[in-house]
């Protein structure tokens, strides 16, 4: 398939809203969709779960679009979509999925370690720190959402995401130090 | 940190007391945030700066929180890095998403890439006509193609947006607001094909 | 709004019905007797409900208008026909005291000629609000085409004004000791012919419209002006009684008949309000129901739209 010319995340949500058709889809799941897989995976789903989950919410991203009243809120709208898509998941299936993989290393087929979360400290990190504090942290980091898009997304006030995430950071202080590998 | 207290409040909410904030260190609880942050003015950050050189405290917390600010920036952005979307998988995803979305509409409904502008129009006089008489939804229709497509073009999907825009400003004209906004979401809400 | 959800077409009509019965009963007992108590107490009862009747549809008004958008014709046509309204009420209930006091025996041609007043404003705010509500069905292009009739239509809305002029010896506040109130005197049968005119207009408006509750409004408003007009020329015309009756029949009902446009008006307001919130909430759900409907009836070539 011809790949066209890449467009920008807020060029393609800004496209889609205007007028969403199948062209200007096509180019907003392109520009969104590793966010959002990127979301499932550090959050213990593993690749073909997150592929699935990824696409319950494109699809609720394409018959929900029309509600949107502001474009400027897309973002805290989409990780809210996000946010209950995993939850309804785990509510249907009964399953417990881990915030963080507390054993780094998912064996892909072959016995071949790939997941990225085993190299990162991230996952590491996050284990120290309560539920909420671990989800404001990846949307700040990770997801680069702003603190008012987080509060939308979470439904608490800016002020108390903004505290959290400092005390998130005392609490990674004290425990691995300034100089921890 | 002096001053500062955190307890956890029914519901888990966390509440902070900056008793001593701003009358001993000088400065308030959204610049230290943002200097924290590295979101502060250059003005308030001399302030905040003026403050640690004075205060070892407050200048020990500081550095050892910049530091975590900056690992935590980049472990993220080692992360976005690494979950990529092989191309295949991503076709695959766009293609079943596509074909979710096709089959997703009830029965009687075209497919919702499947309006063609005139389709669309004959939605939106059906839905208007109950309310406004089938003779005011023609003559609003006619208003708002005119406007849209200009004299002897039609509607597409690249001006239904537009379209959708003057009919619903004539239909509230005529009939008000809550008409207005009926139209416009009505229409939006009809995914209509470009082209 | 609590007033408002307790009235329907059908209690409206009621009202209508009970205010043209108690109006024929009053036309027959003012020829039969006309000074007498029972004549007084029916003059003052309707005087009271037809206020009840403008003051119903007073606050409807407004939240009508309030529905358009600033600055808009229609908005400002709610509101002058509001302010008709507020004034017809102040002229009821002012007339209802004249009645109770005992001033239209003592003080019909000082104090109670005064009425005039009222009747006027209310007129003219009225007209002024027809002709903005025609002036934005324009701006659609509609309200501009007429037919060979209604010129015919014009000419015996025109021809009532100097048949009503002729009869003005018999208006009630011709003897008014204050000029003013002769000169508007005067006036109200031409105040009353130019709403009746802008009808018209309204009337084809209507027809172009071609249904639905907006122009079930207007339907009711054309039949409210075009009747006071044609209850002030019966009233007027000497010596016959059946017109007297048929006047006062008239006269009183069409009151109900404002209230109804009033209310018809409203419910689309409130039709489109609640079908906005359900698009709102379910876009994908309403747009689904409209297409099925609209594949049914496409299927059904012979169903009445």
């Known amino acids: 398939m011809e790949v066209s010319l890449p467009v920008s995340e807020q060029e393609a949500i800004d496209r889609f809203l205007g007028a969403p058709g199948e ?39 394409y018959h929900q679009s029309g509600r949107l009243r502001k474009k400027e809120l897309f973002r805290p709208w989409l990780f809210k979509i996000v946010k209950n898509t995993l939850l309804q998941h ?8 881990a915030t963080v993989a507390l054993t780094p290393g998912v064996h892909e087929p072959g016995g071949v370690i790939v997941d990225p979360l085993a190299a990162s400290r991230f996952n590491e990190w996050m284990a120290w720190l309560e539920p909420d504090e671990r989800q404001i942290m990846t949307l700040r980091y990770v997801e680069e959402l702003e603190y008012h898009e987080i509060a939308d997304v979470l439904e608490m006030p800016t002020g108390t ?20 590998a | 940190m002096e001053g500062v207290s955190l307890e956890k409040e029914a519901g888990g909410a966390i509440r902070k007391e900056f008793s001593l904030m701003n009358s001993e260190h000088g400065f308030s609880e959204r610049q230290w945030l943002e200097f924290l942050d590295g979101t502060i003015e250059p003005a308030e950050q001399a302030q905040v700066l003026e403050h640690l050189a004075g205060c070892a405290d407050c200048a020990t ?18 992360l976005r890095e690494a979950f990529s979307v092989p191309e295949e998988a991503f076709q695959s995803m766009l293609s079943s998403s596509i074909e979710r979305i096709r089959s997703a509409e009830p029965a009687g409904v075209r497919s ?25 939804a023609r003559a609003t229709i006619e208003l708002a193609v005119q406007r849209s497509a200009g004299e002897g073009s039609r509607v597409t999907g690249s001006n239904w947006r537009l379209f959708v825009g003057n009919l619903s400003d004539a239909a509230a004209w005529i009939c008000g607001s809550a008409f207005g906004r009926l139209v416009y979401r009505a229409g939006l809400g009809l995914a209509i094909e470009e082209g | 709004m609590s007033v408002h959800s307790h009235f329907t077409a059908a209690r409206l009509w009621g009202a209508l019905g009970i205010a043209a019965i108690a109006g024929t009963a009053y036309g027959a007992l003012l020829v039969a007797s006309p000074g007498s108590l029972t004549v007084r107490w029916l003059q003052l009862s309707l005087h009271l409900l037809t206020a009840f009747a403008y003051a119903w549809s007073t606050p409807l008004c407004v939240k009508i208008a309030n ?10 046509a709610w509101r002058l026909i509001a302010a008709s309204a507020a004034i017809a009420v102040i002229r009821h209930l002012f007339e209802s005291l004249a009645v109770a006091a005992g001033w239209i025996d003592t003080r019909l041609t000082t104090l109670v000629s005064l009425r005039q007043i009222p009747i006027v404003v209310s007129l003219i705010l009225l007209t002024a609000g027809l002709v903005a509500v025609w002036s934005s069905f324009t701006s659609i292009g509609m309200g501009l085409r007429f037919r060979r009739a209604d010129a015919l239509f014009i000419a015996i809305i025109l021809a009532f004004v100097p048949s009503i002029l002729s009869l003005r010896d018999e208006m009630f506040d011709r003897q008014s000791v204050y000029p003013i109130i002769r000169h508007l005197q005067v006036a109200s049968p031409m105040l009353l012919a130019a709403p009746a005119l802008v009808s018209l207009v309204l009337h084809r408006i209507t027809q172009e419209m071609g249904g639905g509750p907006l122009a079930t409004s207007l339907r009711c408003l054309v039949a409210f002006l075009v009747m006071r007009l044609l209850a002030l020329f019966l009233g007027l015309s000497p010596g016959i009684p059946v017109f007297t009756v048929a006047s006062r029949t008239v006269w009183w009902a069409a009151a109900w008949l404002f209230a109804l446009a009033v209310f018809h008006r409203w419910q689309v307001t409130l039709a489109a309000s609640e079908l906005a919130d359900r698009y709102e909430a379910d876009p994908d759900a309403e747009l689904a129901g409209v297409t099925h409907a609209l594949a049914l009836r496409s299927a059904q070539p012979a169903a009445k739209n």
């Open chain 2, 112 to 136: 919702s890439f499947g309006w063609t502008a005139a389709e669309g129009i004959i939605v939106l006089r059906f839905l208007m006509e109950p309310i406004c008489g089938p003779g005011t």
């Open chain 1, 23 to 61: 062209e200007s889809f096509r180019d907003l799941f392109r520009t969104i969709v590793p966010r959002l897989v990127r979301y499932f995976r550090t959050r213990g789903c593993d690749r073909e779960l997150a592929e699935d989950l990824t696409q319950e919410v494109m699809v609720t991203v």
């Open chain 1, 161 to 180: 995401v903004q505290w959290k995430v400092f005390h998130s950071k005392r609490k990674l202080a004290a425990r691995f130090g300034k100089n921890s």
């Open chain 2, 61 to 78: 917390l500081a550095s050892e929180l910049v530091v975590w600010r900056t690992r935590l920036l980049e472990e993220g952005q080692g």
């Open chain 1, 90 to 97: 785990v509510r249907r299936t009964g399953r417990k999925v």
């Open chain 3, 67 to 76: 529905d358009y958008r600033e600055r808009s014709t229609m908005r400002l």
